[in-house]
Antibody
């Protein structure tokens, strides 16, 4: 059974960089059939797609965040990571990692991790 | 970006009721429409993909239809575990976008 697990600090100061890692177990991140993505959900609102990465390293980002986002992959560790720079309170959200299958459906999700931006 | 609009935003219904939720895209997305169920404190769960295909393990009381810009999610007979928030998501083009959600509550 495929599982995804987010990890990283739950509190980040304004203007600093948010860093999260998603560890994939029960399957290979190097599968040619899938992308691996990050989605966030501010309290009380719908999800927002942040971006996705293929095992080869090719990426797609949400233009609204593109200038601040970097997604990377480490196939040796079966992990992919998110960095979001210059954070503000508006970046406070639950951050999820998810597998993206052909057709763009998000079929496996991590449990999510709350990241709060506050001094 | 493609805007996704769901209606209604909230809905009260009883166990056994038939319920329909609507999602409209700001442009044609052919059949690249997915539906998710989210319960409090949990990640969204994929229910329907490609407008009408049932994800493995999802009960058959859930069904989806539509193409182009207008889509529906139908629950044929509500069960207690179905009370949750439902989101549509377009995967026609990046950035993928979600509807604002429909909260299904017990009447």
């Amino acid at each position: 059974q495929l599982q995804l697990q987010e990890s990283g600090p739950g509190l980040v100061k304004p203007s600093e960089t948010l860093s999260l890692t998603c560890t994939v177990s029960g399957g290979s991140i190097s599968s040619s059939s899938y992308y691996w993505g990050w989605i966030r959900q501010p309290p009380g609102t719908g999800p927002e797609w942040i971006g996705s990465i293929y095992y080869s390293g090719s990426t797609y980002y949400n233009p609204s965040l593109k200038s601040r986002v970097t997604i990377s992959v480490d196939t040796s560790k079966n992990q992919f990571s998110l960095k979001l720079s210059s954070v503000t309170a508006a970046d406070t959200a639950v951050y999820y990692c998810a597998r993206t299958s052909l057709g763009g459906l998000l079929d496996y999700w991590g449990q999510g991790t709350l990241v709060t931006v506050s001094s | 970006d493609i805007q996704m609009t769901q209606s209604p935003s909230s809905l009260s219904a009883s166990v056994g009721d038939r319920v329909t939720i609507t999602c409209r895209a700001s442009q044609s997305i052919t059949r690249y429409l997915n539906w998710y169920q989210q319960k409090p404190g949990k990640a969204p769960k994929l229910l329907i993909y490609a407008a009408s295909s049932l994800q493995s393990g999802v009960p058959s009381r859930f069904s989806g239809s539509g193409s182009g810009t207008d889509f529906t999610l139908t629950i044929s007979s509500l069960q207690p575990e179905d009370f949750a928030t439902y989101y549509c998501q377009q995967s026609y083009s990046t950035p993928y976008t979600f509807g604002q959600g429909t909260k299904l509550e017990i009447k």
